[in-house]
T-cell receptor, first 113, second 111 residues
Framework: GENVEQHPSTLSVQEGDSAVIKCTYS??????FPWYKQELGKRPQLIID?????GEKKDQRIAVTLNKTAKHFSLHITETQPEDSAVYFC????????????FGTGTSLTVIP | NAGVTQTPKFRVLKTGQSMTLLCAQD?????MYWYRQDPGMGLRLIHY???????AKGEVPDGYNVSRLKKQNFLLGLESAAPSQTSVYFC??????????FGSGTRLTVV
């Protein structure tokens, strides 16, 4: 099955700086890559996703890039704010043969005011 | 429109006891999933269903059973709870090739 690795496991940044979280995947057939944000004690919420026919997608301060050749994708958060503090999960899915997501182990992001 | 509802929210079991976690969605989604979340291990898929009456094993199915008798409900059962099953359990539903909608989670402790 698919194996998703996520780095770093913890990340601290000053408010206003950028944060980057990286994930790699093993199955070259994976074609859908969502990112989830989970605040303490809450459910994971989808914040952005990208499909394999696109190299980059942006939504306000959040962007995701995908390198299919290298099998890695990254989440970029610019102008970080304290409310961005949460655990972020990447996932990969091969939606031609099944919709189940394989998640990375998470990155705990702390934005220091 | 409640989305995905999980019950109960918290539960403490003794080793060997059984219980059923209920997941209900009102979005008419075909796909439903059960994940467990443990520190440092992310979300791991236990079982999933691609439609009413169907179920399939995920990454960590041992010790769990599921049923999808109605499209809106996906039940996760523990027949004989073990301390290793202490975890936070999340249900999710999905329509087509979209992202998941998660429930609010069930925190289970097995003593």
């Amino acid at each position: 099955g698919e194996n998703v690795e996520q780095h770093p496991s913890t990340l601290s940044v000053q408010e206003g700086d950028s944060a980057v979280i990286k994930c790699t995947y093993s199955d070259s057939a994976s074609n859908y890559f969502p990112w989830y944000k989970q605040e303490l004690g809450k459910r994971p919420q989808l914040i952005i996703d990208i499909r394999s026919n696109v190299g980059e997608k942006k939504d306000q301060r959040i962007a995701v890039t995908l390198n299919k050749t290298a099998k890695h994708f990254s989440l970029h958060i610019t102008e970080t704010q304290p409310e961005d503090s949460a655990v972020y999960f990447c996932a990969a899915s091969h939606q031609n043969t099944g919709n189940q997501f394989y998640f990375g182990t998470g990155t705990s992001l702390t934005v220091i005011p | 429109n409640a989305g995905v509802t999980q019950t109960p929210k918290f539960r403490v079991l003794k080793t060997g006891q059984s219980m059923t976690l209920l997941c209900a969605q009102d979005m008419n989604h075909e796909y439903m999933y059960w994940y467990r979340q443990d520190p440092g291990m992310g979300l791991r898929l236990i079982h999933y269903s691609v439609g009413e009456g169907t179920t399939a094993k995920g990454e960590v199915p041992d010790g769990y059973n599921v049923s999808r008798l109605k499209k809106q409900n996906f039940l996760l059962g523990l027949e004989s709870a073990a301390p290793s099953q202490t975890s936070v359990y999340f249900c999710a539903s999905q329509e087509g090739r979209a992202g998941y909608t998660f429930g609010s989670g069930t925190r289970l402790t097995v003593v």
